[in-house]
């Protein structure tokens, strides 16, 4: 059963840091591209972060986090990490990690992945 599963969310103080891990079961991570998404209250889902499968080629939302998150991979535990500093209150959400489609490079478009993890809650607040 293919499966994948967000975990290292939590409450955080403006300015604090997260690491989110994602890992799979039912396929090996490091065969695939992995996005980071996240969804608000209200709001639409969003694409945070991806990681190509084969060349480490990251891609990032301008935005909103390029600067502060960071995506890797550690292939021997099967993981992929969303790295968060400085964080602020409006990176309040539920993050995702999902499978891509896409057999080169990455993009942060929902409609290119095709397996989603349950969500880990991200609360910024003092």
């Known amino acids: 059963q293919l499966q994948l599963v967000e975990s290292g969310g939590g409450l955080v103080q403006p300015g604090g840091s997260l690491r989110l891990s994602c890992t799979a079961s039912g396929f090996t991570l490091d065969s695939y591209a992995i996005g980071w998404f996240r969804q608000a209250p209200g709001k639409e889902r969003e694409g945070v972060s991806c990681i190509s499968s084969s060349d480490g080629y990251t891609n990032y939302d301008a935005n909103s986090v390029k600067g502060r998150f960071t995506i890797s991979r550690d292939k021997a535990n099967n993981t992929v990490y969303l790295q968060m500093h400085s964080l602020k209150f409006e990176d309040t959400a539920i993050y995702y990690c999902?499978?891509?489609?896409?057999?080169?490079?990455?993009?942060?478009?929902?409609?290119?992945?095709?397996?989603w993890g349950q969500g880990t809650q991200v609360t910024v607040s003092s």
């Open positions: 999902a499978r891509s489609l896409l057999q080169r490079g990455c993009l942060l478009s929902k409609i290119l992945y095709d397996y």
